[in-house]
T-cell receptor, first 112, second 115 residues
Framework: EDQVTQSPEALRLQEGESSSLNCSYTVSGLRGLFWYRQDPGKGPEFLFTLYSAGEEKEKERLKATLTKKESFLHITAPKPEDSATYLCAVQHSGAGSYQLTFGKGTKLSVIP | DTAVSQTPKYLVTQMGNDKSIKCEQNLGHDTMYWYKQDSKKFLKIMFSYNNKELIINETVPNRFSPKSPDKAHLNLHINSLELGDSAVYFC??????????????FGAGSRLTVL
């Protein structure tokens, strides 16, 4: 069974204070690892897909990296508008695979 | 234009009632989903349809019945509502990347409160 564990559960940063969120996963063959952002009262919004160990993707102040066991979402010089819950999910590579398994998320608060 | 739209956004009802949530996507995706997000914000898959065919049916009480009249619509009907059904229900649709990964687009959610 696919498993995703995210840490920490919550993170408070001062504006400009860089940090990383962790996503550890167990999957029977990785088809893709996904990062989503969820704002209060809204649905998750897609950020990145990573496919294989060593891959990196960037978007503004966010950079996602992937190893064989975990992924990191690095946030450089965060701003208050980066405050949200960040969700990690995996999709296994089995035949007919459609399902994403989500972690419980990291709630990020960036204080001005 | 809203890509994945759900109605209603809020639903407050009594135990034992029957209710429905509707979902429509205008992205041209073949696959649609229902996810449940509990009070601890954990997102869990309930159902998935691909081109109107049920492909994922997780361990969900049979009081929950999805229906897909066409590939752009996926509705969720819930019979005999219980207190534990209170949650936010998200509809999503997905496209496959060239690598076969499913990129989901979510609706804004429907918050169900059972009293």
């Amino acid at each position: 069974e696919d498993q995703v564990t995210q840490s920490p559960e919550a993170l408070r940063l001062q504006e400009g204070e860089s940090s990383s969120l962790n996503c550890s996963y167990t999957v029977s063959g990785l088809r893709g690892l996904f990062w989503y952002r969820q704002d209060p009262g809204k649905g998750p919004e897609f950020l990145f897909t990573l496919y294989s160990a060593g891959e990196e993707k960037e978007k503004e102040r966010l950079k996602a990296t992937l190893t064989k066991k975990e992924s990191f979402l690095h946030i450089t010089a965060p701003k208050p508008e980066d405050s949200a819950t960040y969700l990690c999910a995996v999709q296994h590579s089995g035949a007919g695979s459609y399902q994403l398994t989500f972690g419980k998320g990291t709630k990020l608060s960036v204080i001005p | 234009d809203t890509a994945v739209s759900q109605t209603p956004k809020y639903l407050v009802t009594q135990m034992g009632n029957d209710k429905s949530i509707k979902c429509e996507q205008n992205l041209g995706h073949d696959t649609m989903y229902w996810y449940k997000q509990d009070s601890k914000k954990f997102l869990k898959i309930m159902f998935s349809y691909n081109n109107k065919e049920l492909i994922i049916n997780e361990t969900v009480p049979n009081r929950f019945s999805p229906k897909s009249p066409d590939k752009a619509h996926l509705n969720l009907h819930i019979n005999s509502l219980e207190l534990g059904d209170s949650a936010v229900y998200f509809c999503a649709s997905s496209r496959k990347t060239s690598s076969g990964a499913n990129v989901l687009t979510f609706g804004a959610g429907s918050r169900l409160t059972v009293l």
